[in-house]
Nanobody, 128 residues
Framework: QVQLVESGGGLVQAGGSLRLSCAAS????????MGWFRQAPGKEREFVAT????????DYADSVKGRFTISRDSAKNTVYLQMNSLKPEDTAVYYC?????????????????????WGQGTQVTVSS
């Protein structure tokens, strides 16, 4: 059974940093693109960042470019999201996601519809 488990969320002041982790089990995701999304209360789940399984290809939502960094450790089957210079508008539940099957080495996905596996989410709250 595939499981994605996020951790690292919490309460932080504006300008602070957090590092989210997403540990995968039940399958090796070393050859899968991976993504991070977030959902604020009353809003749709939105794309945050994505990373290819090779070639170091990444993409970010405009709202987080220059502040967030996605990375992965394939040996640990884990994806990370380093979040710096946090703003109150970053407050949301953050989810990691994986597509249904292995992807091409430089492929990335920004659309929710491309992802099948989702974690339970971790709450990030940024106070002003």
């Amino acid at each position: 059974q595939v499981q994605l488990v996020e951790s690292g969320g919490g309460l932080v002041q504006a300008g602070g940093s957090l590092r989210l982790s997403c540990a995968a089990s039940g399958r090796t995701f070393s050859r899968y693109a991976m993504g991070w999304f977030r959902q604020a209360p009353g809003k749709e789940r939105e794309f945050v960042a994505t990373i290819s399984w090779s070639a170091g290809i990444t993409d970010y939502a405009d709202s987080v470019k220059g502040r967030f960094t996605i990375s992965r450790d394939s040996a640990k089957n884990t994806v990370y999201l380093q979040m710096n210079s946090l703003k109150p508008e970053d407050t949301a539940v953050y989810y990691c996601a994986a597509p249904p099957q292995a992807t091409a080495w430089a492929q990335i996905f920004t659309a929710k519809s491309k992802y099948t596996y989702w974690g339970q989410g971790t709450q990030v709250t940024v106070s002003s």
